[in-house]
T-cell receptor
């Protein structure tokens, strides 16, 4: 597809379970970002990947959160032992330039019961 | 210190009038980009307008213009001739060049409500 694709669009899980969220960026975009948005709040940076460089993990809230990017394309955000406070929309974005526009996916809404 | 500050949690405007949404930023990087995104209730992030730190002219995109005052570190969004469909959350954001591709840092947002 032409845009950033995220799956699943909705995920409901029980507290303590692990979840994986997937992001497929725009083809050719070397930079990929994960953000989290809690209800009615702004966007919180989590992690970003740029080419073959080490990812910037400075926004990950705890060691239960991890992400990888395979082959410089698809990325997976993993949340282990989910907690209720992890409930949010997780947005992925990609970019082809250092300071230009980020293109966002439609997000994955995570609900932890 | 906050990198992006949006001081207006909510704004109201009458249909067909203009409205200004405020944004100030803080950076010591000479190369940066400033953005405005719109987020309607559907949740998607819609890019509106971009201003580069070296751009001499204020950016314009249709009914959107960015009032860029570099010395004041201000990047206000002006929406002319407001429409009911403009009701949404608006985010100001910044990317700093640094040594690599910059992450986008967002303000807390302003909820705009357009009245008929």
């Amino acid at each position: 597809g032409a845009g950033v694709s995220q799956s699943p669009s909705n995920k409901v899980t029980e507290k303590g379970k692990d979840v994986e969220l997937r992001c497929d960026p725009i083809s050719g975009h070397t930079a990929l970002y994960w953000y989290r948005q809690s209800l009615g709040q702004g966007l919180e940076f989590l992690i970003y990947f740029q080419g073959n460089s080490a990812p910037d993990k400075s926004g990950l809230p705890s060691d239960r959160f991890s992400a990888e990017r395979t082959g410089g394309s698809v990325s997976t955000l993993t949340i282990q032992r989910t907690q209720q406070e992890d409930s949010a929309v997780y947005l992925c974005a990609s970019s082809s330039t250092p300071v230009g526009e980020l293109f966002f996916g439609e997000g994955s809404r995570l609900t932890v019961l | 210190a906050q990198k992006i500050t949006q001081t207006q949690p909510g704004m109201f405007v009458q249909e067909k009038e203009a409205v200004t949404l405020d944004c100030t930023y803080d950076t010591s990087d000479p190369s940066y980009g400033l953005f405005w995104y719109k987020q309607p209730s559907s949740g998607e992030m819609i890019f509106l307008i971009y201003q580069g730190s070296y751009d001499q002219q204020n950016a314009t995109e249709g009914r959107y213009s960015l009032n860029f005052q570099k010395a004041r570190k201000s990047a206000n969004l002006v929406i002319s001739a407001s429409q009911l469909g403009d009701s949404a959350m608006y985010f100001c954001a910044m990317r700093e060049r640094g040594t690599s591709y910059g992450k986008l840092t967002f303000g807390q947002g302003t909820i705009l409500t357009v009245h008929p």
